[in-house]
Structures are given as structure tokens and as C-alpha cells.
């Protein structure tokens, strides 16, 4: 038995706009064990931060319900929001818009404290907040620093920080690392982990670069305009894809070594509208293997084998076929 | 080899501001042969966008100031050109793609205007020829030219950054420079436009800097690469000597810090530390407080330029000739 944490069921958000609705994020189901990492990944427009957004209830959902811990958390009122909101948190993309400019950064941790009412006094609050700076590694003597004084890694620690200030269980991360250069993406996406062996966190990691979810992620879901095209475990999916869309994406990201790219499958045009879709297939445009079925109903995700799941109505004949060339 | 078709020779570039000066760019030099495709990679600060303003002439000024060196186009020295010449080298001689093609195109014109408009500049044609010559690019980097008509924000990034191309290519300049063409770009989009690239460079015959953050991108189109640090280049060569013999530990540390999709990797070695601030750069060189294999020397002496194997440059003090 897996102890699953977070369970998201048909989860629906669907946006009006002048032009009709907006499917942003449609039909997704998952569930997470506690402990573990869930990557989601997908190009822009494909839902992802939508779906994280949904899962803290920054955003209200069209549909679909979301079970946290054991207790259903779909319709909850200001209060109750607030309250599960202690467990979980979120680290932004943008280490530079998302902490407040005219804060200090011992302030900044400290804020969910006070809002949380978790220190009986200044000095208890003092300490915690200094803990959490050595846990991320910020040195003490920038406790009074303010925002503009750091780097982008640093401010992504700030970040961290005050998201673990209340002790979460459930961190939503939403492009963590994409704004940092790539040897500072490493420190953190190491604190990262160390954090979550030291304080059992479990993660959402939303990202557009598969590279940086192989590392974190326990399991990946694949999604492509608000769907989930693919879902396995994170090994497997790098040495077998199913998806074309999954296989385009993965032989489209360029390999740092000389002849790294081979067999490359280059997509034709772009992604479609996410507004009032058809009901066919998503991904049935760009498609290299597009048949008759594809344009008539949207396939559901089935499982293939074990743990792995695939939306797809020829995956069998396109992975016969793919095998030989 | 024949004469470079590019060479910069000891740039440095300074900004000079009330209170610091910001030394972006220091001592660098590099040669760009005919036909070649040469990557500048480096982090945020590695002075790579510099580089490439410094040569196209667009540095800020003030508070940007090229101190001294030279940047020899065909034996030309492009810091002597006057303001007419300049006008005459940007978009005919050499021409440069931005990063972001949200905001390189002007909003308000028709993209066939945009390009039309560098063709009827550098070519005197007639407005009527240069239109009929911008349809010809935008077929060229693969858009309908029925949408000649249309306006930047009726395209989506992928096609922005075509049209932008088509800019820089209408005039079938000696030397592209490309600053970071496909990062704002999605990986499958981003495939698409390397690829044309990598196509249209071959029938244009120009010569390309690529300037990138991302190995993957640079391994994918370059023939030789320079790996910038601090306003230098730390080192050069062609894609063997740095993705197979990378000698520097900069470059090591690169490679340790991108995880691997083809291999099992659980934890990245990243490298310690963080870039020097380029208004407080130190003395000696500028990577030794993060340097894994530092000597005590490395703290005063700045180490020069050393040959390792033919066109394989390195500055360390581990670099010995044999």
C-alpha cells in the first residue's frame, strides 16, 4: 500500500474569454505518495501552472476534486483555505517578483509566522526564522539585506525559505530553477532535495526542461493542452515513450555532446487553440502518425503496462512501427 | 586557413557609473573564420551580450565605454568606422538577431514592412522591388507570404523570431550574430528554428556567432566554441576540445552542473559559490574563489592565453604546453 498524500480527480479549469471558454486544464487525475516527487511537463499553454494554481486554491476550479491528507478539500471556505494552506506551499518561478521589494529578508521568512501565529514572542520567531536561513544556506548577516541586494539564486533560497516557514508537508514548486543560470539551477535543485529527504516533503515540480524533472522526479505526467498525454514512472519514461507527442518533445531537447541528438522528430506548426477544442485528439494537428480515429473522439489515458500510461489510439501499431527505424 | 573574416583583438569594455565602474568585458580576443559557426557560451554576466553589441557598435554610451582594442572586419577596423559607415556595416555587413522577439519588432508596423524596410536601405531598390523581395524571405524562413499584411502580435513566438530572421538574413550579411535566438522559444519551436537556421546559414553563406547559455543548443549548430567567464574567454575550441578534452575547470563545472538524460545521474556537482561581481572583479583570476583545483598563485596572477593542442586555447595555470 502507498500512502498516497494529494489526489486530484477530474480536475476542470475552464476560463471565459470573448471567444469562448478557454480549456486550460481538462480532465487531469493523479494522485501522489507521500514523499515523492510528481514532475509535470509541458511547453507554454499547456496547463501546468494552472494546475498548481488549482491544487492551492489560487485559482477556483471549474470541476473535478481534489482530496489532500485524507480529507476532501474541493469546497472549502475562506477560513478552511487559509488553515490547509499552512500544509501547503508554494515556491514562484520568478525569484525577482514574487518577494516583496521593501521587505527585509528576515521579514520576508517571517511573515507566514506572524500571519500564522506560530511564535509566542519576537525572540522565539527570531530563532525559527534564523534556522530556516541556515536550512536554505543564507548566511545570518543578510537578515536585514533587502531583495535587490541578492542574486537570483539567493532570492530563490528567500523563496524556499518562507515556503517551508509553517513546516509543510506539500510544496507546489512551478519553475523553480528556470530563471537561474545553470550552475546555481544545481545548488538549488540539490537544497531541493536534500531538503525533501531531511523533512519528507512531498513535491509538485512543474518545469518546461525534462532534463531538470529526470533528476527530481519520482514519477512524470506529460501534458499538452490541459491534458495529460502520458504519465509513468520517471526512469521509464526517458527509455521508453509511447506518446508522439512525448517522443517529439524528448528528441527535441538539445543534447550537450557532440552527435548527442539523433533521430530527431521535428514537429510541423504549432500548438492549436486551447479555446472551444474539438472533440478529437489535442495533438492530432503536429501529428506524425495521424489517422482516421484521430479526428473523430479524444482518446482516453489507458494503462499500457504497468504504471504506464499513454493517450493515444494507435500507440501499439506506432510503437511497433517506431521500434525499427 | 584563410584570414579570419572577423577579429577581435583585446576588447575591453567597461560601464562607467557615478559610483563603480562595471568591467564587463576584459581583454578579449577571438578569430571568426569564414563560414564558421562560432557559440559564446557563459552565464548571466559572462559579458556575452556585450561581446556582441561591442561589435555591431551598439554599446550604450553612456554609460557604456569600449576602452581599447580592436575589431578588425576584413582587415577594417569596425571601432574607426564613422557614423555613415557604421549605418552602411549594421544589417548589410553584419546583422544581429535579439533574444527576444516579443520586443524586437516594432508593434505598430506590418512585419513585410519591417523587412522591406532593411532591404530598400541596404539594396536602393524600389519600395515596390523590396516588397516583393521581403515576400521572397518570409517564404524563406518558412511563413505564407500572404501574411505580409499582418502585424507582430498577430504571430506567435515561433514566428516572430522567423520574421526576425528573415530581417537579418534580407541582406545576406557576411556575419550573423545571434544573442540567445531560441531561448524564449518552447523546445519543440526552438527545434524547428535551429534547424532553419542551420539551413539558411548554409545557403547564405554567413558567418555565425551564437551566443547561448545552453550547451545542448550550442553543441547542436557551432563548429567551434568559446566559453566566457568574467568578460573573457576562458576557453576555445572546436566542439572536441571542450565537450570531450574541456580542460578548464570552469568548463568542467559547466558540464557537471547540466543533468544528463542519457545517464543515471542522482545528484549534480554543481559549482561552488557565485559569478564575481564584474564591478568588484579580483585580482588574479577571476574564477579562483570558486575553483576546485586553485593554487595560491591564482589569487594575483592572471593567467594568459595557453595553446594546448592547435586552435585549443586555455587561460589557466594548469594549462602547460608539452
Not at chain 2, 30 to 45: C, H, I, Q, R, S
Amino acid at each position: 500500500m502507498t500512502d498516497t498524500l494529494l489526489e486530484v480527480r477530474r480536475l476542470k479549469k475552464y476560463f471565459k474569454t470573448p471567444n469562448g471558454l478557454l480549456h486550460a486544464v481538462d480532465d487531469v487525475s493523479f494522485s501522489i505518495p507521500r514523499g515523492t516527487t510528481l514532475g509535470v511537463v509541458g511547453e507554454s499553454g499547456c496547463g501546468k501552472s494552472t494546475l498548481g494554481r488549482l491544487i492551492l486554491h489560487l485559482l477556483d476550479l471549474t470541476d473535478g476534486s481534489i482530496i489532500f491528507d485524507g480529507r476532501d478539500i474541493t469546497n472549502l471556505s475562506k477560513q478552511e483555505q487559509k488553515d490547509i494552506r499552512q500544509y501547503m506551499q508554494m515556491i514562484f518561478q520568478d525569484p525577482y517578483s514574487s518577494i516583496n521589494p521593501r521587505m527585509t529578508i528576515g521579514e520576508i521568512i517571517g511573515e507566514p509566522l506572524i500571519i500564522y501565529g506560530k511564535c509566542k514572542n519576537v525572540a522565539e520567531r527570531a530563532e525559527k526564522v534564523n534556522s530556516l536561513m541556515e536550512t536554505v544556506g543564507i548566511a545570518q548577516r543578510l537578515i536585514n539585506a533587502y531583495p535587490h541586494e541578492l542574486d537570483g539564486g539567493r532570492r530563490q533560497r528567500v523563496g524556499i525559505a518562507r515556503a517551508l516557514a509553517l513546516n509543510p508537508k506539500f510544496v507546489v514548486c512551478d519553475e523553480p530553477v528556470s530563471a537561474l543560470d545553470v550552475s546555481i539551477r544545481a545548488q538549488i535543485l540539490n537544497l531541493m532535495q536534500d531538503l525533501q529527504e531531511k523533512l519528507g516533503l512531498t513535491y509538485i515540480f512543474i518545469t518546461h526542461d525534462l532534463s531538470v524533472v529526470k533528476h527530481i522526479s519520482d514519477e512524470i505526467v506529460v501534458m499538452y493542452l490541459g491534458k495529460i498525454v502520458e504519465k509513468c514512472e520517471s526512469k521509464e519514461l526517458f527509455s521508453t515513450q509511447y506518446h508522439p507527442y512525448t517522443k517529439a518533445l524528448l528528441s527535441a531537447i538539445p543534447r550537450p555532446k557532440i552527435g548527442g541528438r539523433k533521430g530527431r522528430i521535428i514537429l510541423k506548426g504549432e500548438i492549436s487553440s486551447p479555446i472551444n477544442p474539438e472533440e478529437k485528439c489535442r495533438f492530432f494537428p503536429r501529428c506524425v502518425y495521424v489517422k482516421e480515429k484521430c479526428g473523430q473522439n479524444q482518446p482516453e489515458l489507458r494503462e499500457v503496462s504497468r504504471g504506464h500510461f499513454v493517450a493515444c489510439h494507435y500507440h501499439e501499431e506506432i510503437n511497433g512501427v517506431a521500434k525499427g527505424d | 586557413m584563410d584570414e579570419p573574416i572577423l577579429s577581435v583583438r583585446n576588447l575591453t569594455v567597461h560601464y562607467i557609473k557615478e559610483d563603480s565602474t562595471v568591467r564587463a568585458v576584459n581583454g578579449l580576443s577571438f578569430d571568426l573564420a569564414n563560414k564558421e559557426t562560432l557559440g559564446l557560451v557563459g552565464e548571466t554576466g559572462a559579458g556575452k551580450t556585450t561581446t556582441a553589441l561591442s561589435i555591431m557598435r551598439l554599446i550604450p554610451n553612456p554609460p557604456g565605454k569600449i576602452i581599447e582594442g580592436e575589431i578588425l572586419f576584413k582587415g577594417e577596423d569596425v571601432l574607426r568606422y564613422n557614423k555613415h559607415r557604421l549605418l552602411r556595416m549594421r544589417g548589410r555587413d553584419i546583422s544581429m538577431i535579439f533574444q527576444d522577439p516579443m520586443t524586437s519588432l516594432n508593434p505598430v508596423l506590418k512585419v513585410g514592412d519591417q523587412i522591406a524596410e532593411v532591404i530598400h536601405i541596404h539594396k536602393k531598390l524600389s519600395n515596390k522591388e523590396a516588397n516583393i523581395e521581403a515576400m521572397k524571405m518570409l517564404e524563406v524562413v518558412g511563413i505564407s507570404s500572404d501574411r505580409f499584411n499582418d502585424y507582430p502580435h498577430q504571430f506567435s513566438g515561433g514566428m516572430k523570431q522567423r520574421v526576425v530572421i528573415a530581417i537579418s538574413l534580407a541582406c545576406n550579411p557576411k556575419i550573423l550574430i545571434a544573442d540567445e535566438p531560441t531561448t524564449a522559444l518552447d523546445v519543440t519551436i526552438q527545434a524547428q528554428v535551429l534547424e532553419m537556421m542551420g539551413a539558411l546559414k548554409k545557403n547564405f553563406d554567413t558567418s555565425m556567432i551564437l551566443i547561448s547559455h545552453d550547451l545542448g543548443v550550442i553543441a547542436e549548430v557551432c563548429n567551434r566554441v568559446g566559453i566566457m567567464y568574467a568578460g573573457n574567454i576562458v576557453e576555445i575550441g572546436n566542439l572536441e576540445d571542450i565537450y570531450v578534452n574541456g580542460f578548464h575547470p570552469y568548463t568542467k563545472g559547466l558540464f557537471g552542473s547540466i543533468p544528463d538524460l542519457d545517464s543515471d545521474t542522482e545528484r549534480l556537482k554543481p559549482i561552488e559559490g557565485l559569478m564575481p561581481d564584474p564591478a568588484h572583479l579580483p585580482p588574479g583570476c577571476p574564477f579562483y574563489p570558486r575553483c576546485p583545483e586553485r593554487l595560491p598563485e591564482c589569487k594575483t596572477k592572471l593567467p594568459g592565453a595557453v595553446e594546448l593542442s592547435p586552435g585549443h586555447l586555455i587561460r589557466c595555470v594548469h594549462a602547460k604546453k608539452n
